[in-house]
């Protein structure tokens, strides 16, 4: 059974810092490309970030660019979003997601989502 846990969320002012971390158990994780996505009410499931399989190359949205950084450690099968100079329309749940492909932003393409993790930042 392929189980994605996301940790690491919580309330933060608006400039500091968060790191996100999702351990993934029941898969080949190194075979896997992972994602974060996020989605805030009434809005849609948002792309935030991309890691391909060996951590060789990686994608960002528009509005995490330059703040947000992704990684991986497929010893310990787990990816992490570092999150900088966090502002208040970052508030969203945040989810980790696998595709045995490469680097995709459609959440279709993604076959396993963890349940994800709440993100507040405060003006």
């Known amino acids: 059974q392929v189980q994605l846990v996301e940790s690491g969320g919580g309330l933060v002012q608006a400039g500091g810092s968060l790191r996100l971390s999702c351990a993934a158990s029941?898969?080949?994780?190194?075979?896997?490309?992972m994602a974060w996505f996020r989605q805030a009410p009434s809005k849609e499931r948002e792309f935030v970030a991309g890691?391909?399989?060996?951590?060789?190359?990686?994608y960002y949205g528009d509005s995490v660019k330059g703040r947000f950084t992704i990684s991986r450690d497929n010893a310990k099968n787990t990816v992490y979003l570092q999150m900088n100079s966090l502002k208040p329309e970052d508030t969203s749940i945040y989810y980790c997601?696998?595709?045995?492909?490469?680097?995709?932003?459609?959440?279709?393409?993604?076959?396993?989502w963890g349940q994800g993790t709440q993100v507040t930042v405060s003006s």
């Open positions: 997601a696998a595709t045995n492909g490469g680097i995709v932003t459609g959440t279709g393409w993604y076959k396993y």
């Open positions: 890691i391909n399989w060996n951590g060789g190359r990686t």
């Open positions: 029941g898969l080949t994780f190194s075979s896997y490309a």
